[in-house]
């Protein structure tokens, strides 16, 4: 089955503490990008990725490190957490620019 | 202003009814065009594309206004499970060769009995 696979779905963490949010697609899309859904705010791009090793960075990149080093790969990386990173975080990939995205099922973070 | 605004509704409709929703952007370079559909607390799933001569399908119509930089969404004899909010997306195609994307805030339908 096509799909987005982002892991874990849930996580507690607690201020200051590294974590990784893995993202995967098995559908050789060459376009990934992460998004932070906010009440009121709707879905914010973190960073998007063109292809390996080509990444850049969306509206709201502060405190958020991604990675390509593989095509279905697409990390999430908090290196240092805090509460205004609490949030619902979707990754999502498309084959082209002009194709629309497919999500993974989402990553609820919370941040104390 | 927003490069991409929606009315956040809700719209409230009975069973069967006609509900069409708008959507502007800014950039007026901007290429292509979607509208997803999200079922609360899940992920957003493409609904369809909007092309410059107007798409349908099945129910549901999709048609791009350039010169007035809007798209919008047609929804013919709704249907409960219709209910959901409808996200309009941008892709506004940067200059440097970055293709972001960009979401409105979502118009939440309520299709009631």
């Known amino acids: 089955e096509a799909q987005v696979t982002q892991n874990p779905r849930y996580l507690i963490t607690v201020t200051g503490k590294k974590l990784t949010v893995t993202c995967s697609q098995n559908m050789n899309h060459e376009y990934m990008s992460w998004y932070r859904q906010d009440p009121g705010l709707g879905l914010r791009q973190i960073y998007y990725?063109?292809?390996?090793?080509?990444?850049d960075k969306g509206d709201v990149p502060e405190g958020y490190k991604v990675s390509r080093k593989e095509k279905r790969n697409f990390p999430l990386i908090l290196e240092s957490p805090s509460p205004n990173q609490t949030s619902l975080y979707f990754c999502a990939s498309r084959s082209g620019e002009d194709y629309g995205y497919t999500f993974g099922s989402g990553t609820r973070l919370t941040v104390v | 202003r927003k490069e991409v605004e929606q009315d956040p509704g809700p719209f409230n409709v009975p069973e069967g009814a006609t509900v069409a929703f708008n959507c502007t952007y800014s950039n007026s370079a901007s290429q292509s065009f979607f509208w997803y559909r999200q079922d609360c607390r899940k992920e957003p799933k493409l609904l369809m594309s909007?092309?410059?001569s107007g798409n349908e399908d099945g129910r549901f119509t999709a048609q791009l206004n350039r010169a007035s930089q809007y798209i919008s969404l047609l929804i013919r004899d709704s249907k409960l499970s219709d209910s959901a909010t409808y996200l309009c997306v941008v892709n506004p195609r940067e200059g440097t060769g970055g293709f972001k994307t960009i979401f409105g805030a979502g118009t939440r339908l309520f299709v009631k009995a």
């Open positions: 990725s063109m292809n390996v090793e080509v990444t």
């Open positions: 909007v092309y410059s």
